[in-house]
């Protein structure tokens, strides 16, 4: 068990690393645990982006039977899986809802074949299942005093995505999607394709800025809710993802030319102001 918990926390590590730092104001025993929910989450991502070459059919094939294998392990209550062994344990041990996971696995599948949004509204049914869900996973790890945290949850983590998917455009079309709804583009004479930082791509980046503040103003009361040391974590969390609209506001915009991103000291200055000796 504990080498399945050190490979979900070197997946963290490497892939999430906004995400990780933010786990190091956890108190020590909880944070194999996120460490767990994030595995979970890049293991289901890996299979939709970094397969290489391989055909849609196949990766839907391989996400299917990923999920498949997940729940037949969590209905056992145990699995030999390297990531899962880890993952189920965590859900059984804080009881999170299962259900939250088949949404998070039907966002992914729409990743297989769903290239752009035409509405907001749109956008937010699939960020319900690969966004939002995970404040849903989170929370009860995070212990929250009331049940009233989980809208301003679920709105931290569409803020946190639709943050990656400002900052990750120019990366994302390389990938054939666009997840800036299409109304949008529309309603300001952007076109995307064209990876230029026109005038209008500034007015429509600053809209989607503006929408994205409005969810972490949300998020922010919710913080509230929790009892402190994961309060400081979601905080930090939340600071540090902020902090990547400010670079791309500092850069003018233009994610095209430059990834928005915080420096690991950054990182490293913002998380050792919130320690404390718990480990």
Same mark, same amino acid.
């Given at each position: 068990?504990?080498?399945?918990?050190?490979?979900?926390?070197?997946?963290?590590?490497?892939?999430?690393? =906004?995400?990780?730092?933010?786990?190091?104001?956890?108190?020590?025993?909880?944070?194999?645990?996120?460490?767990?929910? +994030?595995?979970?989450?890049? +293991?289901?991502?890996?299979?939709?982006?970094?397969?290489?070459?391989?055909?849609?059919?196949?990766?839907? =094939?391989?996400?299917?039977?990923?999920?498949?294998?997940?729940?037949?392990?969590?209905?056992?209550?145990?699995?030999?899986?390297? &990531? *899962? #062994? /880890?993952?189920v344990?965590?859900?059984?041990?804080?009881?999170?809802?299962?259900?939250?996971? /088949?949404?998070?696995?039907?966002?992914?599948?729409?990743?297989?074949? &769903?290239?752009?949004?035409?509405?907001?509204d749109?956008? %937010?049914? +699939?960020?319900?299942?690969?966004?939002?869900? !995970?404040g849903?996973?989170?929370?009860?790890? $995070?212990?929250? $005093? =009331?049940?009233?945290?989980?809208? @301003?949850?679920?709105? %931290?983590?569409?803020?946190?995505? *639709? =943050?990656n998917?400002?900052?990750?455009?120019n990366?994302?079309?390389?990938?054939?999607r666009?997840?800036?709804?299409?109304?949008?583009?529309?309603?300001?004479?952007v076109?995307? @394709?064209?990876?230029?930082?026109?005038?209008?791509?500034?007015?429509?980046?600053?809209?989607?800025?503006?929408?994205?503040?409005?969810?972490?103003?949300?998020?922010? !009361?919710?913080?509230?809710?929790?009892?402190?040391?994961? /309060?400081r974590? !979601?905080?930090?969390?939340?600071v540090l +993802?902020?902090? !990547?609209?400010? #670079?791309?506001?500092?850069?003018?915009y233009?994610?095209? /030319?430059?990834?928005?991103? &915080?420096?690991?000291?950054? #990182?490293?200055?913002? &998380?050792?102001? *919130?320690?404390?000796?718990?480990?």
């Amino acid at each position: 068990m504990q080498s399945s918990y050190a490979l979900c926390k070197e997946f963290n590590k490497r892939h999430g690393t =906004t995400y990780y730092w933010s786990t190091l104001v956890l108190p020590a025993d909880k944070r194999p645990h996120v460490h767990a929910l +994030y595995g979970f989450c890049r +293991y289901a991502d890996d299979i939709v982006d970094d397969l290489g070459p391989v055909p849609v059919s196949e990766r839907a =094939t391989a996400l299917a039977s990923f999920g498949e294998r997940f729940f037949h392990d969590l209905d056992a209550g145990q699995s030999d899986d390297p &990531v *899962l #062994k /880890a993952v189920v344990d965590t859900v059984l041990k804080f009881s999170i809802d299962r259900e939250c996971f /088949a949404r998070f696995l039907r966002s992914m599948t729409m990743d297989l074949t &769903v290239e752009q949004y035409e509405t907001w509204d749109d956008l %937010l049914a +699939y960020m319900d299942g690969s966004a939002a869900v !995970i404040g849903e996973m989170m929370l009860p790890i $995070l212990e929250p $005093l =009331t049940p009233e945290s989980i809208p @301003h949850a679920r709105d %931290l983590g569409n803020a946190f995505q *639709l =943050t990656n998917f400002l900052r990750d455009i120019n990366e994302d079309l390389d990938r054939k999607r666009v997840y800036v709804p299409q109304e949008d583009i529309r309603r300001f004479g952007v076109d995307i @394709h064209s990876r230029q930082c026109t005038p209008q791509f500034v007015e429509l980046m600053k809209f989607e800025i503006a929408r994205c503040r409005e969810l972490y103003a949300s998020a922010d !009361i919710g913080l509230s809710m929790l009892p402190k040391q994961s /309060a400081r974590c !979601i905080g930090a969390a939340r600071v540090l +993802y902020g902090r !990547i609209l400010e #670079k791309i506001e500092e850069q003018q915009y233009n994610v095209f /030319a430059q990834r928005a991103s &915080v420096s690991t000291w950054q #990182k490293a200055m913002m &998380v050792t102001r *919130l320690m404390r000796p718990w480990g």
